[in-house]
């Protein structure tokens, strides 16, 4: 191979040549642009004035904005350090409700066929059979209503604006909701179940009967319009009842029923032969 179709590699002088070169380069450029900047701002004087006044607002508004922001620190810390002893004990979590065999089978029952965690299950048993005894209630009833209403989903809202667990007019039943923190409430559980079953219970006094009560308590006007919602809570019921007996004979109590039991028990009879009753007691609103 000659000489001349051999490639000659660049040396390292002429590397450093080119990169001087360039440097220079860029500097002349820089003190070009620094000179007509200079320039401009001696023709121009009230430009560096704007100049001077923009950088001076620019620091001000951060050491405003760095003031705001340790202001709301301190604001947070003295709400964390003033809280309550009642707000402190909201945040700690609740005591496992104490449950028997029945209602421990219902839990269990219920988390597995709606597919609720076990806890959760086993709390909203708990609040039903706490509004049931006070509103004299079948607790399985106000099961069953939750179950058919919202498939124990407490943020479920209708196309009508009903909510929660046992789908409650928020809006319509603001007095009762009132003491518990007004219409939002409606968003808790163990609030929607309390209400819920306080409705429940003025539906079935006002209709007389216990299918009756519970077409007024879907809105519907005849057993036509309510799309057979009274069969299926009843069925839902029915069904909770024997998880419950099943559990109590076990349990070595299956020779003796509670009140509300025998109530339910002549409710769902009377409903499957044709004829309705009132279960439990309501009590005057």
């Not at 051999?6 to 620094?34: D, K, Y």
């Not at 922001?69 to 496992?96: I, T």
């Not at 009508?160 to 039943?173: E, P, R």
Request: aromatic share 6%; hydrophobic share 45%; no cysteine.
């Amino acid at each position: 191979m000659s000489q001349d179709s051999q490639v000659r590699l660049p040396s390292w002088r002429s590397i450093g040549a080119e990169v001087l070169q360039w440097t220079h380069n860029t500097l002349m450029m820089v003190g070009f642009f620094v000179v007509v900047a200079g320039a401009y701002l001696y023709v121009h004087p009230q430009s560096m004035f704007s100049i001077e006044h923009g950088i001076v607002q620019w620091v001000a508004a951060r050491r405003l904005a760095m003031q705001d922001l340790k202001s709301l620190g301190q604001q947070a810390s003295d709400a964390v350090a003033g809280a309550s002893q009642e707000q402190v004990a909201q945040l700690e979590p609740r005591p496992v409700p104490q449950l028997d065999a029945a209602q421990r089978a219902v839990a269990d029952w219920l988390a597995r066929r709606y597919s609720i965690a076990p806890m959760a299950m086993r709390e909203l048993v708990a609040g039903a059979w706490a509004a049931g005894r006070q509103e004299h209630l079948s607790p399985t009833l106000i099961l069953a209503v939750m179950a058919v209403e919202s498939s124990f989903n407490p943020y479920a809202q209708s196309a009508v604006g009903a909510t929660g667990l046992m789908q409650v007019m928020a809006d319509v039943h603001r007095d009762k909701f009132a003491p518990y923190g007004g219409p939002r409430a409606s968003l808790d559980p163990l609030t929607n179940v309390r209400v819920g079953a306080v409705v429940l219970r003025n539906a079935i006094q006002r209709g007389g009967s216990l299918q009756a009560g519970l077409r007024m308590y879907v809105g519907a006007s005849s057993s036509a319009a309510e799309g057979g919602y009274a069969t299926k809570v009843l069925s839902e019921q029915a069904r909770l009842e024997q998880v419950a007996s099943a559990a109590r004979a076990r349990a070595g109590h299956g020779a003796t029923h509670s009140p509300v039991q025998a109530q339910t028990q002549t409710a769902s009879s009377e409903a499957g032969s044709g004829r309705v009753a009132q279960t439990g007691s309501p009590a005057t609103t």
